[in-house]
């Protein structure tokens, strides 16, 4: 119930192109959901996060997709860079208690040129 | 502003050799403070938490352990390094009050048991 599945485990996308990665979760309790990126030897940083009270939410290039009743919620990168390519890692948080987050498993994207 | 300072970035250690880990925050007080481990091409394992001086919760049992000196001070240690220590180990922080979910990681230090 704790665990937040994260696919796909890599990723190589053109330059231009939509990056999608997804993630599911089971505990309902959740309701933040953060998406982090970690480039090669660095901590990973806050990239974009959303609530449950929304399906959506975009920054710049970067959008978050969110489907309640599916338990699911999905990272997409439009225009991909090449200076996109690093490891992204979702995550989910309750509002309670300690609010441990819980992270996915990673995903290492490559933008090709 | 915050920021979170970790040390040392890099470590070789010799099996059976002690650790330390070292984590600080500035900007900031009663933080929540944190230590992860993320194993080459794996996720990030949770170790350590904690809430306030002294107050320590391990999340998985194992050969390390964490200290809590000071408020903004978080410690990972080890009598004796397994090989299986090895990793990429992240402090990180939160800050202590209710709603507040931004966790944000230090640089990271990279330990090599060999």
């Known amino acids: 119930q704790q665990q937040v599945k994260q696919s796909p485990q890599s990723l190589i996308v053109q330059k231009g192109g939509i990056s999608i990665i997804n993630c599911a979760y089971e505990?309902?309790?959740?309701?933040?959901f953060p998406w982090y990126q970690q480039f090669p030897g660095k901590g990973p940083a806050l990239l974009i996060a959303i609530r449950p009270d929304v399906s959506e939410k975009k920054e710049g290039r970067f959008t978050i997709s969110f489907n309640k009743s599916a338990k699911q919620f999905s990272l997409h990168i439009m225009d991909s860079q090449p200076g996109d390519s690093a490891t992204y890692f979702c995550a989910a948080s309750m509002n309670t208690g300690f609010q441990k987050l819980v992270f996915g498993t990673g995903t290492r994207l490559l933008v090709s040129p | 502003s915050q920021t979170i300072h970790q040390w040392p970035a890099t470590l070789v250690q010799p099996v059976g050799s002690p650790l330390s880990l070292e984590c600080t925050v500035e900007g900031t007080s009663n933080p929540n403070l944190y230590w992860y481990r993320q194993a080459a091409g794996r996720g990030l394992q949770l170790l350590f938490y904690?809430?306030?001086?002294?107050?320590i919760s391990s999340e998985v049992p194992q050969n390390l352990s964490a200290s809590r000196p000071q408020d903004r001070q978080f410690i990972l240690s080890s009598k004796k390094l397994l090989l299986s220590d090895s990793g990429f180990y992240l402090c990180?922080?939160?800050?202590?009050?209710?709603?507040?979910?931004?966790?944000?990681f230090g640089a990271g230090s990279r330990l090599t048991v060999l």
């Open positions: 505990n309902t309790a959740f309701d933040y």
């Open positions: 990180a922080w939160r800050r202590g009050r209710a709603g507040a979910n931004v966790l944000t």
């Open positions: 904690s809430v306030g001086i002294g107050q």
